[in-house]
Structures are given as structure tokens and as C-alpha cells.
């Protein structure tokens, strides 16, 4: 089982970047797919969710309408679309899964840089 992000960079505050996630080695049709961040010496923060097989869409208060989750299941993909960018956004993040009804993630990606200059 493997999820692999990439896409991750620097870039103005202001600014744009997506990342993506690419899942693979089992069937994620029960798991829900999220984007979890992590700053040195902080606790990682969930950032936003989206169920493999369904519709809604969860984001932490701090990126909503900023953010925009998605996926492409033919491709096994999910994405994080994240515009008007700024330095608190600064942080690794990484793509994880977890089974319908779990609360913490238990399958995670490595984790990509996002460096957002001001």
C-alpha cells in the first residue's frame, strides 16, 4: 500500500499551488483520503478530507474557500488546490487514508514541502 504526494514547492504569498496524491496497492473505495500538514514543532493539523467513494468534502476552518479537495478515482488521484496562499500555510503535507469511521489516519504518504514566501 502506498500513497505518494508530490507537487509541493515555493511560491508568493498570494499565489497558488496543487498537490497530488497518488494511491496505490489496495482498493480505497471504504477509506476516506485526507491532506494532514505538519510544521517543525508543531502538531500536525488536518487540513481537509474526501471519501474515495462519495461526495462531501471537509476542510479545517483555517482554509476553507481557499482549499479545494478532489479526486480522480479511474487515476487513483486526490488533490489539494490551494490558492491565496500565505506563510502560515507553510508546512509539509502529506496524504493519508483511513477506513470509514476511524478517526486517525493509518496509511500516510510522504510528505511534500510547501514554502510559502510573504
Known amino acids: 500500500v502506498q500513497l505518494q504526494a508530490f507537487g ?3 511560491v508568493q504569498a498570494g499565489g497558488s ?5 497518488a494511491a496505490s496497492g489496495r482498493a480505497f473505495s471504504l477509506y476516506n ?4 500538514r505538519q510544521v517543525p514543532g508543531k502538531e500536525r493539523e488536518h487540513v481537509a478530507t474526501i471519501p474515495w467513494s462519495g461526495n462531501w468534502k471537509w476542510y479545517v476552518d483555517s482554509v476553507k474557500g ?3 479537495i478532489s ?4 487515476k487513483n488521484m486526490v ?3 490551494m490558492n491565496s496562499l500565505t506563510s502560515e500555510d507553510t508546512a509539509v503535507y502529506y496524504c493519508a487514508a483511513k477506513r470509514r469511521g476511524e478517526h486517525e489516519f493509518e496509511i ?3 510528505g511534500t514541502q510547501v ?3 510573504s
Not at 479526486?71 to 479511474?74: A, E, L, V
Open 33 to 36: 483520503m485526507g491532506w494532514v
Open 115 to 117: 514554502t510559502v514566501s
Open 17 to 21: 499551488l496543487k498537490l497530488s496524491c
Open 108 to 110: 500516510w504518504g510522504q
Open 71 to 74: 479526486k480522480d478515482t479511474r
Open 66 to 68: 481557499r482549499f479545494t
Open 79 to 81: 488533490f489539494l488546490q
Open 8 to 10: 509541493g514547492g515555493w
